[in-house]
């Protein structure tokens, strides 16, 4: 099931709402806020899961100092 930005068109108030079916219109999702139904998607990078630990990416902080130039 898929996380989504929204940002209200209301208030402007941005939150993320876990969207069950594709079929939901993006002007449906209620915000927390003022709880109007005019709400528009926003554009997100994805989450990638590779599978691995992610201590290792978390301890190293936001430095590519590991090898690049």
């Known amino acids: 099931m898929p996380m989504f930005d929204y940002r ?3 208030c402007g108030h ?4 876990l ?3 594709w079929t ?3 002007a449906d999702i209620t915000c927390p806020d003022c ?3 005019d709400s528009e998607k926003q ?3 994805p989450m990638v899961s590779t599978g691995g630990s992610t201590s ?3 301890s190293s902080g936001c ?6 130039s």
């Open 8 to 10: 209200c068109r209301n």
């Open 14 to 17: 941005e939150f993320e709402e």
């Open 19 to 21: 969207v069950i079916s």
């Open 24 to 26: 939901v219109p993006d």
């Open 35 to 37: 709880k109007q139904n």
């Open 43 to 45: 554009i997100s990078a």
């Open 56 to 58: 290792s990416l978390s």
């Open 63 to 68: 430095s590519p100092s590991s090898g690049f």
